[in-house]
């Protein structure tokens, strides 16, 4: 064990990143070498083999019918029906190979990985969701994408247990929403971030336990509040009758309005909750998990992100899953009972000993395997003995020291590097990175990474978006035969490209119904627009050194007025702790530390 914090320099960008003692004990523990690049260029690499929210048309390569697909039709991945792949119509030893010394063993990987077929749809238990992925146990979904166990939704990303809501992002436990994001326990929540426990709420955001508010921020168990004043029943329910929310100019009125009110408040450092020594953004119940994003019951864990199903331990590098996950380095979309695995992508359930696989189920002790099943002791998809496999792994994992592979940009990948980006046989626009690292098509072309373009309106507009009823009482079912053009489109296609404006769109009965239930004006905007529309309101996954704003008995800048005495320190003085935020000092958010906030907000 090394006692000193050692700094290197990212193969990729050339930055400083740091490796401190406990990692040096990870890595000894999973028996690999140190990362060679900085945890955001890992975490970058990660995110560049998923893709969560997009579906291609392809031929199942069995049976020649045209079925959803989440591997473009370009990619050259051989796809075939669910049903068939994890029935016993496919054999992936068929596709065994022995290794070849004179060639770089990733490169091998990588044709394999090209031959053998693989699932269209990483769905477990779906009914009526066609049209959706990377889920378990959907019903009656509509495009909703990554969840668990959710019912007559549509348009979202991120959800469990939700139940007849339209476009939200990482909501959990909620019902009859409508932009909501990063909330749970929430019911007729609409345009809201950051709630829990509440229902009945209008524009609002960190509110707890909370009903019947409107443009609020940052309060806890109140009911009749707008913009964090408080009326009694009856003035809140004339009020709030009286903006016409029916009209989607007051809805762009108000979302205006209650974000320029929002930033008047001070913000926790992060948004996390019940947790011991963590780090991050969105980490909650989690114990000793640092420098982590979006995480649900973590523990022991670093450079994670999106594991969101516990319970997760002893794990670095890791994005998408958990379940049941234990001591897992550079995976992605892997989970549900794995145990001891290292560089794979989308491997589950019940996989254990697994190194540099993709797509193996049920299997144990493989190293460089596609699409393996219920097996053991295979390298390349090619069965060995106990003591043949143990023997040939370590001769392949020296021939990876002394014969990498070197991608277009000339960068190496040894042994303990997981796959080059250039793999992925997903469009770098369609993926979490392009969420979280965005990039422009000249950018991405740079580092020889694949970008779809948009393949141009399959159907002309027969509607402006300015022409669409203002009021949902105007709208007619009519709209439901009108493709309409997208509003993001019109104001700014450079930036609808980046964020896969599909320029037209349309709405369909069951979407139609839900506006009109709940008097909600029809959008201007494709639904993919929207989604990054909604996921600005994001914090990044990534962490600045910052100290608290607070200074005595107001805020930095003197623009909020502190309603409370803080027993962190005297209040008459600034408060001198310092964190790791997601909130950037460019931003003009207040942020406190938790004990202010706190303060402020019991």
């Known amino acids: 064990m090394t006692d000193a914090i050692e700094h290197r320099i990212c193969e990729s960008c050339h930055q400083d990143?740091?490796?401190?003692?406990?990692?040096?004990?990870?890595?000894?523990?999973?028996?690999?070498?140190?990362?060679?690049?900085?945890?955001?260029?890992?975490?970058?690499?990660?995110?560049?083999?998923?893709?969560?929210?997009?579906?291609?048309?392809?031929?199942?390569?069995?049976?020649?019918?045209?079925?959803?697909?989440?591997?473009?039709?370009?990619?050259?991945?051989?796809?075939?029906?669910n049903e068939l792949f994890f029935g016993d119509t496919i054999d992936p030893m068929s596709f065994g190979r022995e290794v070849d010394f004179s060639k770089p063993f990733l490169a091998q990987l990588y044709d394999l990985w090209k031959a053998v077929p693989i699932y269209s749809l990483s769905v477990v238990y779906g009914t009526n969701s066609d049209y959706s992925n990377n889920y378990t146990g959907f019903k009656n979904c509509y495009l909703v994408f990554n969840g668990n166990y959710a019912e007559d939704c549509m348009y979202g990303n991120g959800v469990n247990n939700g139940k007849n809501c339209i476009d939200f992002s990482h909501m959990d436990s909620s019902e009859f929403c409508y932009e909501l994001s990063f909330s749970a326990d929430c019911s007729k929540c609409f345009f809201s971030t950051r709630c829990n426990g509440s229902y009945d709420m209008w524009f609002s955001k960190q509110c707890i336990g909370c009903h019947d508010c409107f443009g609020c921020v940052n309060l806890k168990n109140k009911k009749y509040h707008i913009f964090n004043e408080p009326y009694t029943k009856e003035e809140y329910e004339r009020r709030v009758k009286e903006f016409a929310l029916n009209s989607y100019g007051k809805i762009e009125e108000f979302k205006k309005k209650s974000a320029e009110f929002w930033l008047k408040f001070p913000n926790k450092y992060a948004a996390n909750n019940k947790n011991v020594n963590a780090s991050g953004s969105y980490v909650y119940q989690s114990k000793n998990a640092e420098n982590c994003y979006l995480a649900?019951?973590?523990?022991?864990?670093?450079?994670?992100?999106?594991?969101?199903?516990?319970?997760?331990?002893?794990?670095?590098?890791?994005?998408?899953?958990?379940?049941?996950?234990?001591?897992?380095?550079?995976?992605?979309?892997?989970?549900?009972?794995i145990y001891n695995c290292r560089f794979c992508w989308e491997c589950w359930p019940e996989n254990k000993n697994l190194e540099y696989a993709l797509y193996c189920s049920n299997s144990s002790n493989l190293f460089g395997c596609a699409g393996v099943k219920k097996r053991e002791y295979c390298i390349l998809n090619k069965q060995y003995s106990k003591e043949?496999?143990?023997?040939?792994?370590?001769?392949?994992?020296?021939?990876?020291?002394?014969?990498?592979?070197?991608?277009?940009n000339g960068l190496r990948y040894p042994y303990g590097e997981f796959f080059p980006a250039e793999f992925s046989p997903y469009p770098y626009n369609h993926t979490l990175a392009q969420e979280n690292f965005p990039l422009s098509e000249h950018a991405a072309a740079e580092q020889h990474l694949?970008?779809?373009?948009?393949?141009?309106?399959?159907?002309?507009?027969?509607?402006?978006?300015?022409?669409?009823?203002?009021?949902?009482?105007?709208?007619?079912?009519?709209?439901?035969?009108?493709?309409?053009?997208?509003?993001?489109?019109?104001?700014?296609?450079?930036?609808?490209?980046?964020?896969?404006?599909?320029?037209?769109?349309?709405?369909?009965?069951?979407?139609?119904?839900?506006?009109?239930?709940?008097?909600?004006?029809?959008?201007?905007?494709?639904?993919?627009?929207?989604?990054?529309?909604?996921?600005?309101?994001?914090?990044?996954?990534?962490?600045?050194?910052?100290?608290?704003?607070?200074?005595?008995?107001?805020?930095?800048?003197?623009?909020?007025?502190?309603?409370?005495?803080?027993?962190?320190?005297?209040?008459?003085?600034?408060?001198?702790?310092t964190f790791e935020s997601p909130y950037d000092k460019a931003l003009p958010d207040i942020v406190y530390c938790e004990g202010c906030f706190q303060a402020e907000t019991a």
């Open 388 to 408: 043949e496999y143990f023997a040939l792994r370590e001769r392949v994992i020296e021939h990876m020291n002394t014969m990498p592979y070197v991608d277009a």
């Open 450 to 577: 694949i970008w779809k373009k948009p393949e141009g309106k399959k159907h002309e507009a027969t509607l402006r978006w300015q022409d669409v009823p203002d009021s949902i009482e105007d709208a007619t079912d009519d709209l439901l035969g009108q493709t309409i053009r997208c509003r993001s489109w019109d104001e700014d296609s450079e930036e609808a490209i980046l964020h896969n404006c599909t320029g037209v769109f349309r709405i369909i009965p069951q979407e139609l119904e839900f506006y009109k239930r709940f008097g909600l004006p029809i959008p201007r905007r494709c639904y993919n627009s929207r989604h990054f529309e909604r996921i600005k309101q994001r914090l990044p996954a990534k962490l600045y050194t910052r100290e608290c704003q607070c200074r005595g008995d107001v805020s930095l800048d003197g623009g909020y007025k502190n309603i409370a005495l803080h027993q962190a320190h005297e209040s008459s003085s600034s408060c001198t702790n």
């Open 296 to 337: 649900l019951g973590l523990e022991d864990s670093r450079y994670c992100q999106y594991i969101l199903t516990p319970p997760t331990r002893q794990c670095y590098d890791y994005t998408v899953w958990g379940d049941n996950a234990e001591l897992v380095y550079e995976a992605v979309a892997s989970g549900l009972g």
């Open 17 to 81: 990143f740091a490796l401190e003692p406990v990692d040096f004990d990870f890595y000894k523990k999973m028996d690999v070498p140190p990362p060679t690049r900085c945890p955001a260029c890992r975490m970058m690499r990660r995110m560049a083999f998923r893709n969560e929210r997009f579906l291609y048309k392809r031929k199942s390569e069995v049976s020649g019918k045209e079925i959803f697909s989440m591997f473009p039709p370009d990619s050259r991945q051989k796809i075939v029906e």
